[in-house]
């Protein structure tokens, strides 16, 4: 069974503070993703990862890079952490593949709840 | 621009009975596919089902179906026999080409209770 984890599962950041989110997946995906999710906005893409090394931005990349030196392990940075970052943030891998991308589903980590104050 | 648009952000059913859950999207792609996750109060997201753009027949996966409308770019999802277990968030997700692969992106959410 896929395992996504989430290094943490709930984080406390000071405005300012840069702030690293960790995961890594045992299954061997090629795409990585991260996103956040607030209330009654459902879940946003912040930046994503097709291979080791190479990222895309998603609909929401400001205030935010993303890492992937290894095929396992995607890392989000919050370079400063501001209030309006305070959120539900999600990882998920898949496989690649296929015409429409594939019908592999997305495998998702038990979220880190950030509050940035 | 909204790409996945679910207009019902809480919807009641009655436990046993069918309930069909909305879902529009966008795109002027040819290749994509629709997925839909359950997430509970846990937090957890759980897939539950997918249609490619390309299937003809509507994807179906035990009491859950999906009414796939291409032509008006809708996917609903429709769970039969609801069941109290059934009372969570549910998302519409498409994936789509994007430089370099696929990404899929979500709705917002309907939230489903169920009464008994």
């Known amino acids: 069974d896929v395992k996504v984890t989430q290094s943490s599962r709930y984080l406390v950041k000071r405005t300012g503070e840069k702030v690293f989110l960790e995961c890594v997946q045992d299954?061997?995906?090629?795409?990585m993703f991260w996103y956040r999710q607030d209330p009654g906005l459902g879940l946003r893409l912040i930046y994503f990862?097709?291979?080791?090394?190479?990222?895309e931005k998603g609909d929401i990349p400001e205030g935010y890079s993303v890492s992937r030196e290894k095929k396992e392990r995607f890392s989000l940075i919050l370079e400063s952490a501001s209030t309006n970052q305070t959120s539900m943030y999600l990882c998920?891998?898949?496989?690649?593949?296929?015409?429409?991308?594939?019908?592999?589903?997305?495998?998702f980590g038990n979220g880190t709840r950030l509050t940035v104050t | 621009a909204q790409k996945i648009t679910q207009t019902q952000p809480g919807m009641f059913v009655q436990e046993k009975e069918a309930v069909t859950l909305d879902c529009t999207y966008d795109?002027?792609?040819?290749?994509?596919?629709l997925f839909w996750y359950k997430q509970p109060s846990s937090g957890e997201m759980i897939f539950l089902i997918y249609?490619?753009?390309?299937?003809?027949q509507n994807a179906t996966e035990g009491r859950y179906s999906l009414n796939f409308q291409k032509a008006r770019k809708s996917a609903n999802l429709v769970i039969s026999a609801s069941q109290l277990g059934d009372s969570a968030m549910y998302f519409c997700?498409?994936?789509?080409?994007?430089?370099?692969?696929?990404?899929?992106?979500f709705g917002a959410g309907t939230r489903l209770f169920v009464k008994a």
């Open positions: 299954m061997d995906h090629e795409n």
């Open positions: 249609q490619g753009s390309y299937d003809e």
């Open positions: 998920a891998s898949s496989l690649a593949g296929g015409v429409t991308g594939g019908n592999s589903p997305l495998h």
């Open positions: 990862s097709y291979d080791v090394k190479m990222k």
């Open positions: 997700a498409m994936r789509e080409r994007a430089t370099g692969g696929f990404k899929t992106i």
């Open positions: 795109t002027s792609d040819q290749s994509y596919g």
